[in-house]
Nanobody, 127 residues
Framework: QVMLVESGGGLVQAGGSLNLSCAVS????????MGWFRQAPGKEREFVAS????????YYADSVKGRFTISKDTLEETLYLQMNSLKPEDTAVYYC????????????????????WGQGTQVTVSS
């Protein structure tokens, strides 16, 4: 059974930082690309960042480029999203995402590519 469990969300002031974690079980973590998506109130879920299965490539939405960093810890089987210089518009529920197939290539930035989702963690940035 595949499980994705996020943690690390919370309330932070604008300009602050948070580090989200996503613990993965039920899959061989090292052979999967993974990503983060988010959904703000009243909006559709959108791509935030992804990392290739080999960790050689990372992809970011333009809105977070230069502020967020995605990484994988293969030993801990955990995906991270370090978020710096947070803005009120970053307020959303953040989801980690896992595709069905291993060794996928590309940005993994479409919901159709995702098979498994975490339960989400709330990030609130106050102005």
């Amino acid at each position: 059974q595949v499980m994705l469990v996020e943690s690390g969300g919370g309330l932070v002031q604008a300009g602050g930082s948070l580090n989200l974690s996503c613990a993965v079980s039920g899959r061989t973590f090292s052979v999967y690309a993974m990503g983060w998506f988010r959904q703000a109130p009243g909006k559709e879920r959108e791509f935030v960042a992804s990392v290739s299965w080999s960790e050689s490539s990372t992809y970011y939405a333009d809105s977070v480029k230069g502020r967020f960093t995605i990484s994988k810890d293969t030993l801990e089987e955990t995906l991270y999203l370090q978020m710096n210089s947070l803005k009120p518009e970053d307020t959303a529920v953040y989801y980690c995402a896992l595709p069905e197939a291993a060794f996928t290539t590309g940005a993994l930035n479409l919901e159709e590519e995702i098979k498994y989702w975490g339960q989400g963690t709330q990030v609130t940035v106050s102005s």
